[in-house]
């Protein structure tokens, strides 16, 4: 069964971090570019970053520049979301998705979805 599983979803102070992973059963992820996405209650959901299936392309969503950062560890079937100074605008659902080889910004571009972590911002 393929499948991808995100963790690492929680509750954090503004300004603080985490890291959310993605990891796949049933399939190898350095065959696929890997897109991460959010959806705040009330909104639509949206690009936060994607990469590449080499690794040689990431890009970012403006809103979360300079503060997100993507990575894989091909070895641990793995992609990471090294999220830091987080604010309260980034609470959401977080999930990841799959698609072969370079990143497009179409949700419906991408075949295999994980299910989804929260992640909450909050004093």
């Known amino acids: 069964q393929l499948q991808l599983v995100e963790s690492g979803g929680g509750l954090v102070q503004p300004g603080g971090s985490l890291r959310l992973s993605c990891t796949a059963s049933g399939f190898t992820l350095d065959l696929y570019a890997i897109g991460w996405f959010r959806q705040a209650p009330g909104k639509e959901r949206e690009g936060v970053s994607c990469m590449s299936t080499s690794g040689g392309s990431t890009n970012y969503a403006d809103s979360v520049k300079g503060r997100f950062t993507i990575s894989r560890d091909n070895a641990k079937n793995t992609v990471y979301l090294h999220m830091n100074s987080l604010k309260p605008e980034d609470t959401a659902v977080y999930s990841c998705?799959?698609?072969?080889?370079?990143?497009?910004?179409?949700?419906?571009?991408?075949?295999?979805w994980g299910q989804g972590t929260q992640v909450t911002v909050s004093s």
């Open positions: 998705a799959a698609r072969p080889i370079v990143c497009r910004t179409g949700e419906d571009e991408y075949n295999y």
